[in-house]
C-alpha cells in the first residue's frame, strides 16, 4: 500500500511523523525516550503506519456514493 512504502521509503516524511510526536513528549517522556529511541522508533512508525491505513479506509467508507 502507499502509506507503508511512503513511511519506509521517505525517511524525511517519516521523520516527520515521529518528531510530530515526540514534540508532545514531557520532559519526563523525552528522558525515557532518549534512553530507548531505536525500539520506540520502530514501535512509533508501525503505530502511524497503522493509524494512517485505518484512517483511510475510514474515510473511503464514508466517500458518498454517487
Keep these: 500500500m502507499y ?7 521517505n525517511t524525511a516524511f517519516r521523520n ?6 515526540i514534540g508532545l513528549f ?3 517522556e523525552y528522558s525515557q525516550y532518549i ?6 522508533n ?3 512508525t508501525g503505530i502511524i503506519k497503522e493509524r ?3 484512517h483511510v479506509q475510514v474515510l473511503s ?3 458518498p456514493t454517487t
Design 3 to 9: 502509506i507503508d512504502t511512503a513511511i519506509v521509503k
Design 16 to 21: 516527520s511523523l515521529k518528531d510530530l510526536i
Design 26 to 28: 514531557s520532559v519526563e
Design 35 to 40: 534512553e530507548n529511541a531505536s525500539a520506540l
Design 42 to 44: 520502530k514501535r512509533m
Design 52 to 54: 494512517l491505513i485505518s
Design 61 to 63: 467508507e464514508a466517500r
